[in-house]
């Protein structure tokens, strides 16, 4: 039980494309679903919480014009990167929250953009 | 501001028992996290520590003192395919994780 999927699990595009990344809760239902980013060799930065229904909330530094986040239903959570550029390549996971103390990860989409 | 703290590096051989800390300091709490990932991969959940005191699952076990900030995570009888980076991760008073630093553990044969 608690999978996750994400979709596509790498991504190579030019400057100034965008990106869509997927995010699916396959056995449960997830009101909530976080995005985040890591960087080489760095530990994972919360970018935001993406609530079924609502807009999403962004952490503090997060373009919330370049990273647009969709939470249509209980099971799929949609992140774009809008004009994505080089300093945008890094792999960004997901994760999707079952209950209040517990998050199951995403595979995990490593983006690079030329 | 919000923070957890991890040593960087720890170096075991195979069959050795290694703690690996986290401290925290953060805007509420509810509990502290522990996650494995493998170079290239996404982090797979081991432990959850809502309250104080030391949970057991196999080989790994986890500890927390709420009034020390302060968790660990125990690993027993290491493994090679133990090798990889470990990440403590509270969940804080506003609903959401926040992750520590990272340590990269590495086992020896």
């Known amino acids: 039980g608690a999978v996750v999927s994400q979709h596509p699990s790498w991504v190579i595009c030019k400057s100034g494309t965008s990106v869509k990344i997927e995010c699916r809760s396959l056995?449960?239902?997830?009101?909530?679903m976080f995005w985040y980013r890591q960087f080489p060799k760095q530990s994972l930065m919360l970018m935001a919480t993406s609530n079924e229904g609502s807009k999403a909330t962004y952490e503090q530094g997060v373009e919330k014009d370049k990273f647009l986040i969709n939470h249509a239903s209980l099971t799929l959570s949609t992140l774009t990167v809008t004009s994505a550029h080089p300093e945008d390549s890094s792999f960004y996971i997901c994760?999707?929250?079952?209950?209040?103390?517990?998050?199951?990860f995403g595979p995990g989409t490593r983006l690079t953009v030329l | 501001g919000q923070s957890l703290e991890q040593p960087s590096e720890v170096t075991a051989v195979e069959g050795a028992i290694v703690q690996i800390n986290c401290t925290y300091q953060t805007s509420g709490f509810y509990g502290l996290s522990w996650y494995q990932q493998h170079d290239g991969g996404a982090p797979t959940f081991l432990s959850y520590n809502a309250l104080d005191g030391l949970e057991e699952t196999g080989r790994f076990s986890s500890f927390l003192s709420r009034s020390d900030s302060y968790g660990y995570l125990l690993l027993q009888e290491l493994q090679m395919k133990d090798s990889a980076s470990y990440f403590c991760a509270a969940y804080s008073g506003t609903y959401k994780y926040i992750f520590g630093t990272g340590t990269r553990l590495k086992v020896l044969a």
């Open positions: 994760s999707a929250r079952p209950l209040a103390d517990t998050q199951y």
């Open positions: 056995d449960f239902q997830a009101t909530t």
